[in-house]
């Protein structure tokens, strides 16, 4: 079964009862038994519920997985992954990180004794140096947020496996319709189901997909036992944006493209960061393992000062000055004060997130209409 059916139609029958088309919105949070013990495979809605489960199995279907598992929100679904491991242990993970997932690490598990190394995952050897005996994960973005890195993830699996570790990948900015690190070895994938999965800015919710049965009992005993599990509200919005995910992903990248090429051509622009481009690093692991290079880009400004930024940024017509990103429409973000503001500036400038670093999420709006608000803005930078 091809993407575009199995987003419409995987793990969703018609109701049994009335033979609506839409999975129902199972409002209930128990469920009658026959007998105390007996039942249907529903007993109380943190555990199961059957709106949540059609979308974890319709997720899984689009990550080529075994199982699903979804969460109140991403940072939820990374709180899981993380409580795999115990004191002791140590993660290396991406050092061009979602800064909620670098505030998570440093400030909540670095004090239960769970360690953190951040590297350049360009860097194979140095890398492999600093495996240790307490490695047991290591953690991967690609592409990068939010200076668009593109992280070999064949190459990571394989020294997972060389080292027995955990290889977990976040794949909220590729999407399943992108990219599959499932197809490439890797044993957990995780999205913030907020982003393009959901794809209209109305929920929050995360996800984790695993074709691995031990790592699937774990994480569904955490979920269940600490109880960050999103309702059936949440989990009918993500499975109906689902539907249209692979037309919408197509029109990112198509406007993506014409807003890359756009910038990297303004005088007033200093560096853009898009995968598409030949001579971005990795591009060409960014062809082999992506079917399309996206919507989001991130660019500098000649002219590097927060002030500059912010004069642009506020000076936005189309684009909306908002964190989160994969929203049928376009917005415009400062990582250093928005979404990285949590990570020292010294850390944030060794990965390049100047000043005047701005990140765009390319909606699906008109590709004329963005480019004539960007060019309008420049000329007030």
Not at 243 to 262: E, I, P, Q, W
Not at 295 to 302: D, P, R, Y
Not at 321 to 348: D, F, N, W, Y
Request: proline content about 4%.
């Amino acid at each position: 079964m091809k993407f575009g059916t199995k987003a419409i139609h995987a793990g969703q029958q018609p109701d049994p009862t009335t033979g609506a088309i839409m999975t129902p919105i199972y409002q209930t949070s128990t469920y009658v038994q026959a007998a105390p013990g007996q039942h249907k495979g529903y007993a109380y809605a943190r555990g199961k519920n059957p709106t949540r489960v059609a979308l974890e199995d319709c997720l899984a279907a689009l990550e080529n997985a075994k199982y699903g598992i979804c969460f109140s929100s991403g940072m939820g679904a990374a709180d899981a992954i993380i409580k795999l491991l115990n004191p002791g242990d140590e993660v290396i993970a991406t050092d061009d990180l979602y800064g909620g997932s670098y505030r998570m690490f440093t400030k909540v598990f670095a004090k239960y004794g769970i360690q953190f190394k951040f590297v350049d995952m360009h860097d194979v050897d140095g890398l492999k140096a600093l495996i240790s005996s307490q490695t047991k994960m290591i953690w991967v973005e690609t592409p990068t947020n939010p200076m668009m890195k593109i992280i070999d993830i064949e190459a990571m699996v394989n020294i997972a496996k060389e080292y027995n570790l955990i290889s977990v990948i976040d794949n909220t900015f590729a999407s399943p319709y992108l990219q599959n690190p499932i197809d490439l070895g890797a044993d957990i994938v995780m999205h913030s189901a907020t982003k393009y999965l959901g794809g209209h800015s109305d929920v929050v919710m995360g996800a984790i997909c695993t074709s691995h049965d031990a790592l699937y009992e774990q994480l569904a005993f955490i979920a269940n036992s600490c109880g960050a599990t999103p309702g059936p509200q949440d989990s009918f919005l993500v499975m109906r944006g689902l539907k249209t995910l692979h037309v919408r992903m197509d029109r990112h990248c198509s406007n993506g493209k014409a807003v890359a090429h756009f910038l990297k051509n303004h005088p007033k622009v200093g560096k853009v960061y898009w995968p598409g481009f030949e001579e971005h690093p990795n591009h060409l692991v960014a062809k082999k393992q992506m079917k399309d290079f996206g919507g989001m880009i991130s660019f500098s400004l000649k002219n590097d000062s927060f002030e500059s930024a912010s004069a642009l940024a506020s000076s936005m017509k189309v684009f909306s000055l908002a964190e989160s990103l994969g929203g049928v429409e376009s917005l415009i973000g400062h990582p250093a004060s928005m979404t990285h503001a949590s990570i020292p500036k010294e850390e944030r400038i060794k990965t390049g997130i100047t000043d005047s670093l701005l990140r765009l999420s390319v909606g699906i709006e008109d590709e004329e209409d963005l480019i004539q608000d960007l060019a309008q803005a420049l000329d007030k930078a």
